[in-house]
């Protein structure tokens, strides 16, 4: 029988194969182990943030301060373990009138003011009736409803919710940022669903709790399409740098404007007249 081995180039060739797929391979592998652990990193501080508003509603007097290894919350009982990032980022507290923030020296673009579902401690100042169910937050009853959510004070951020009412809509709903003070009397920017506006997005200003005229409008039926259901639950994101205003529904920019008048504060909701609304999976990731 005629045995016949591969040839010197053949070799060659299947040599040069395998290298061209490494090259490709190693990287994708190296870039989805990277993500993985900005990732983790970023859920470790996200947990500790939330622990933290609890800690501090139970009644916690302690605040962690610069670069602080968590002794705080494990001390407390809060988290079971000095939680630290798997790149060996040093973690940076920022406490500032009971809001919190956490940031990473290597996943410096990775700082989360919240991200997932909402607990009972993730509430701050209240107006009206709230109650949070499965990680969802909904106001209770008629009437005026606002709260301010815990730990997402800021400037520059990306807020992205999902809200839908879970009855008639002859009220409305909005969120607000860059929002500062008790909520019966807050200051800010409110984004609101408006269809007593006759269906329209708004941005208003808030002052001392007293609304202003829209400072932005559109008609939800110019910049959505036709089968746009007020009703059903839609994803809303607010970007906001410095004076510049970004706003989406579901993906569509529906207002931009320009405005300096509030240039920190936090995150909150607002419901009114007959309207109950559910919000959901909030994200407040700052620039």
């Not at 009971?98 to 410096?108: E, L, P, T």
């Not at 993906?251 to 320009?258: A, I, S, T």
């Amino acid at each position: 029988m005629n045995k016949k081995g591969f040839t010197f180039v053949e070799i060659i060739i299947v040599i040069a194969i395998i290298a061209v797929l490494s090259a490709i391979a190693v990287p994708i592998y190296a870039g989805i182990t990277a993500k993985a652990e900005e990732s983790q990193c970023e859920y470790t501080r996200a947990i500790a943030v939330k622990q933290y508003s609890v800690y501090k509603n139970m009644g916690g007097v302690e605040n962690p301060d610069g670069e602080h290894d968590m002794a705080v919350l494990v001390d407390a009982g809060y988290l079971i373990e000095d939680s630290k990032c798997s790149e060996g980022g040093i973690y940076t507290w920022s406490v500032e009138e009971g809001d919190v923030a956490i940031a990473c020296s290597v996943h410096v673009d990775l700082i989360h003011l919240f991200s997932g579902s909402f607990s009972l401690g993730d509430l701050g100042s209240m107006f009206g009736d709230w109650e949070v169910s499965d990680g969802t937050v909904i106001n209770v009853g008629n009437g005026e409803h606002r709260v301010l959510v815990a730990g997402t004070k800021g400037e520059d951020y990306k807020i992205t919710t999902n809200a839908s009412f879970l009855k008639d809509s002859k009220g409305g709903y909005g969120i607000y940022y860059r929002a500062s003070g008790e909520a019966k009397t807050l200051s800010g920017y409110v984004f609101q669903f408006d269809p007593g506006l006759g269906n329209r997005f708004v941005v208003r200003e808030v002052n001392e709790g007293r609304e202003t005229r829209p400072i932005a409008s559109v008609k939800i039926k110019d910049v959505m399409d036709k089968d746009f259901d007020l009703n059903e639950l839609h994803e809303i994101t607010i970007d906001i740098v410095g004076n510049q205003h970004n706003i989406y529904v579901d993906g569509e920019k529906v207002l931009e404007l320009r405005d300096s008048t509030f240039t920190s504060g936090s995150v909150g909701f607002r419901t009114w007249s007959k309207s109950t609304t559910v919000f959901t999976d909030l994200d407040v990731e700052m620039h």
